[in-house]
């Protein structure tokens, strides 16, 4: 049993007594015994490979740096990984990864990504685009959604392959803002259908034995005074990507202090740099000669795509060494 490194416990602190966390035992897979509420602790243990899964929220991310520098700060001796496979306009058909093919195309892309990584936690964060479908669009969601689920656990197929145990973590989207150029109307509008996705979500992941980030109720109240949750209504801000990593932190029974930000300024930095390379490694610029349709072209050079790999572990070993030497 690898050790524990910190529980994700809900309802310790003013903030978190928003976040809302459903979680059920899935088998072997670290996860402790329930506790006497119903509610067991989610926990991140050491040698935890961590998968970032979801659309622009979770993309931009990468570039950010906040929820994983927020992460993997508070679990200094952990060793965790972290890749962050975000994909601005994805939903959880993975259409946005179809590229010039169909969405099962993406969606099958999508699972062999992930398992090639061979995670031990899975993060998932849809729902954002898929809101804009209403009411219409919240049934083939959710059943969507739970058949994401379920092909994340399943098994590999292949001959020999080694089964993992993967946890899951699903995490509603933070609300709309009126905030130029988004309306007040079209921001209340906009946030009555999605809290109907974020229900969905919390639904799934009781049903799933996932656990739920609950961003849609709890991320505005970790704002500082005056801030803007987001950019224009939509994308979130500077300010908003520091709230949310504040919740996740919170979950983690890790409340962040007001000099966070300050003292790890260099762990972001190894972060965001480790993601940029990651982020060559499985999307490159000229992914249609190299793998695509054109790659009788320029296929040759696909060879070099591999030789990320010892440049991202170095750029994360950085990361784990300021990590512990943070104080």
Same mark, same amino acid.
């Given at each position: 049993?690898?050790?524990?490194?910190?529980?994700?416990?809900?309802?310790?602190?003013?903030?978190?007594?928003?976040?809302?966390?459903?979680?059920?035992?899935?088998?072997?897979?670290?996860?402790?015994?329930?506790?006497?509420?119903?509610?067991?602790?989610?926990?991140?243990?050491?040698?935890?490979?961590?998968?970032?899964?979801?659309?622009?929220?979770?993309?931009?991310?990468?570039?950010?740096?906040?929820?994983?520098?927020?992460?993997?700060?508070?679990?200094?001796?952990?060793?965790?990984?972290?890749?962050?496979?975000?994909?601005?306009?994805?939903?959880?058909?993975?259409?946005?990864?179809?590229?010039?093919?169909?969405?099962?195309?993406?969606?099958?892309?999508?699972?062999?990504?992930?398992?090639?990584?061979?995670?031990?936690?899975?993060?998932?964060?849809?729902?954002?685009?898929?809101?804009?479908?209403?009411?219409?669009?919240?049934?083939?969601?959710?059943?969507?959604?739970?058949?994401?689920?379920?092909?994340? %656990? $399943?098994?590999? =197929?292949?001959?020999? !392959?080694?089964? +993992? @145990?993967?946890?899951?973590? #699903? *995490?509603?989207?933070?609300?709309?803002?009126?905030?130029?150029?988004?309306?007040?109307?079209?921001?209340?509008?906009?946030?009555?259908?999605?809290?109907?996705?974020?229900?969905?979500?919390?639904?799934?992941?009781?049903?799933?034995?996932?656990?739920?980030?609950?961003?849609?109720?709890?991320?505005?109240?970790?704002?500082?005074?005056?801030?803007?949750?987001?950019?224009?209504?939509?994308?979130?801000?500077?300010?908003?990507?520091?709230?949310?990593?504040?919740?996740?932190?919170?979950?983690?029974?890790?409340?962040?202090?007001?000099?966070?930000?300050?003292?790890?300024?260099?762990?972001?930095?190894?972060?965001?740099?480790?993601?940029?390379?990651?982020?060559?490694?499985?999307?490159?610029?000229?992914?249609?000669?190299?793998?695509?349709? %054109? $790659?009788?072209? =320029?296929?040759?050079? !696909?060879?070099? +795509? @591999?030789?990320?790999?010892? #440049? *991202?572990?170095?750029?994360?070993?950085?990361?784990?060494?300021?990590?512990?030497?943070?104080?």
């Amino acid at each position: 049993m690898p050790s524990k490194a910190c529980p994700w416990p809900g309802g310790l602190l003013p903030l978190a007594a928003r976040l809302f966390l459903a979680v059920a035992i899935w088998p072997c897979s670290g996860l402790a015994a329930a506790e006497p509420d119903g509610q067991p602790p989610i926990e991140l243990n050491s040698g935890d490979r961590v998968v970032l899964l979801g659309d622009a929220i979770i993309e931009r991310e990468g570039e950010r740096g906040a929820i994983e520098t927020a992460l993997v700060a508070t679990h200094p001796g952990a060793n965790l990984t972290f890749r962050n496979l975000g994909w601005s306009g994805d939903t959880v058909w993975a259409e946005s990864r179809g590229v010039f093919d169909a969405p099962s195309a993406g969606y099958a892309r999508l699972l062999d990504l992930v398992r090639g990584l061979e995670p031990t936690v899975v993060i998932v964060a849809y729902g954002r685009n898929e809101s804009f479908s209403g009411a219409a669009g919240l049934a083939p969601f959710r059943e969507q959604l739970g058949r994401l689920c379920r092909d994340l %656990r $399943r098994p590999p =197929q292949e001959p020999g !392959a080694k089964a +993992i @145990p993967t946890r899951l973590v #699903l *995490v509603t989207p933070p609300p709309f803002e009126a905030t130029p150029p988004l309306s007040t109307a079209a921001a209340a509008a906009r946030n009555a259908a999605l809290s109907d996705y974020a229900a969905a979500i919390r639904e799934v992941a009781i049903e799933q034995g996932a656990g739920v980030v609950d961003l849609f109720g709890a991320v505005e109240a970790s704002l500082p005074a005056g801030a803007r949750l987001t950019e224009n209504g939509v994308h979130l801000s500077d300010a908003g990507y520091d709230a949310a990593a504040a919740v996740y932190a919170a979950a983690c029974g890790n409340p962040l202090s007001g000099d966070f930000a300050g003292r790890t300024a260099a762990i972001r930095a190894a972060v965001n740099a480790k993601n940029r390379l990651f982020f060559h490694r499985w999307r490159p610029a000229n992914e249609t000669y190299l793998f695509l349709f %054109r $790659r009788h072209e =320029q296929g040759n050079n !696909a060879v070099e +795509i @591999p030789q990320f790999d010892p #440049l *991202v572990e170095a750029a994360e070993a950085t990361v784990r060494k300021l990590a512990k030497e943070s104080p």
